[in-house]
T-cell receptor, first 112, second 111 residues
Framework: GEDVEQSLFLSVREGDSSVINCTYT??????LYWYKQEPGAGLQLLTY?????DMKQDQRLTVLLNKKDKHLSLRIADTQTGDSAIYFC????????????FGQGTTLQVKP | DTEVTQTPKHLVMGMTNKKSLKCEQHMGHRAMYWYKQKAKKPPELMFVYSYEKLSINESVPSRFSPECPNSSLLNLHLHALQPEDSALYLC??????????FGEGSWLTVV
């Protein structure tokens, strides 16, 4: 079946690195995504990775994919207070429909 | 431009009302989606439109009726809703490389 799991909460100090982890079960996943949601707002696409890649870097963001273990992580370097939000991991399944299965979301708290 | 625009941002409606949520994108995307998000939960897919045709309905009650008038617009018509339908309704569209962009959402309260 389709299932995506994330830890619910992460607290870091400003300037530290944050690592948010995600595991998924569907081996047919083609794309994996990270979205950020601030209070009262929609979902902001941060980055995504194709399943045949193992790493993608975009400025302060690094995504690592371990396809064997079905494990995805998002590292945020030099975390700022503005990074405080809920971060959702999502997998795209069922061929090319673009249907996303989301994890429960990780609340990132950044302390000054 | 990666913008998906949703209106209204907030909507309060009675259980006997008929209202609509609107979504617009001008990125040339040919797949558009409606998701529903309850408080402190992840979004859940409701409908998928591909090339203006409904391709997926995730067993959504008929009191929600989607419509895709053209490739840039997606509507969600609401009728005889229940208080438990109160949620954030998110529209999304899919571009090249499977990038999926969401709008800011419409907060719906059913009284």
């Amino acid at each position: 079946g389709e299932d995506v799991e994330q830890s619910l909460f992460l607290s870091v100090r400003e300037g530290d690195s944050s690592v948010i982890n995600c595991t998924y079960t569907d081996s047919s996943s083609t794309y994996l995504y990270w979205y950020k949601q601030e209070p009262g707002a929609g979902l902001q696409l941060l980055t995504y990775i194709f399943s045949n890649m193992d790493m993608k870097q975009d400025q302060r963001l690094t995504v690592l994919l371990n396809k064997k273990d079905k494990h995805l992580s998002l590292r945020i370097a030099d975390t700022q207070t503005g990074d405080s939000a809920i971060y959702f991991c999502a997998e795209s399944i069922r061929g090319n429909t673009g249907k996303l299965i989301f994890g429960q979301g990780t609340t990132l708290q950044v302390k000054p | 431009d990666t913008e998906v625009t949703q209106t209204p941002k907030h909507l309060v409606m009675g259980m006997t009302n008929k209202k609509s949520l609107k979504c617009e994108q001008h990125m040339g995307h040919r797949a558009m989606y409606w998701y529903k998000q309850k408080a402190k939960k992840p979004p859940e897919l409701m409908f998928v439109y591909s090339y203006e045709k409904l391709s997926i309905n995730e067993s959504v009650p008929s009191r929600f009726s989607p419509e895709c008038p053209n490739s840039s617009l997606l509507n969600l018509h609401l009728h005889a809703l229940q208080p438990e339908d109160s949620a954030l309704y998110l529209c999304a569209s899919r571009g090249s490389g499977n990038t999926i962009y969401f709008g800011e959402g419409s907060w719906l309260t059913v009284v």
